[in-house]
């Protein structure tokens, strides 16, 4: 595993270029909106990373709140 901090000016911009440099399928971005997934499009750097130059496909994951420690989505 590899970690690379992207500087906070142009953040969606070095996102990208790394994610060209990796030669990636996919790049993954956490929706932090809690009440709608349309909401993540107003912010630039997460609109620019959707809708990269590079035509890289985005995921936008919503979190999940769960409320215990160690509990899964998939065995509650």
């Given at each position: 595993?590899?970690?690379?901090?992207?500087?906070?000016?142009?953040?969606?911009?070095e996102?990208?270029?790394?994610?060209i440099g990796?030669?990636a399928d996919?790049?993954a971005i956490?929706n932090l909106?809690?009440?709608?997934?349309?909401s993540?499009?107003?912010t630039?750097y997460?609109?620019?990373?959707?809708?990269?130059?590079?035509?890289?496909?985005?995921?936008?994951?919503?979190?999940i709140?769960?409320?215990?420690y160690?509990s899964s989505v998939?065995?509650?």
């Amino acid at each position: 595993m590899t970690t690379t901090v992207a500087p906070s000016s142009g953040f969606d911009k070095e996102v990208v270029k790394l994610a060209i440099g990796m030669d990636a399928d996919l790049i993954a971005i956490m929706n932090l909106h809690k009440n709608s997934i349309f909401s993540s499009m107003t912010t630039n750097y997460e609109q620019y990373i959707i809708t990269n130059d590079a035509k890289i496909p985005a995921l936008v994951v919503n979190p999940i709140d769960l409320n215990t420690y160690g509990s899964s989505v998939l065995f509650s």
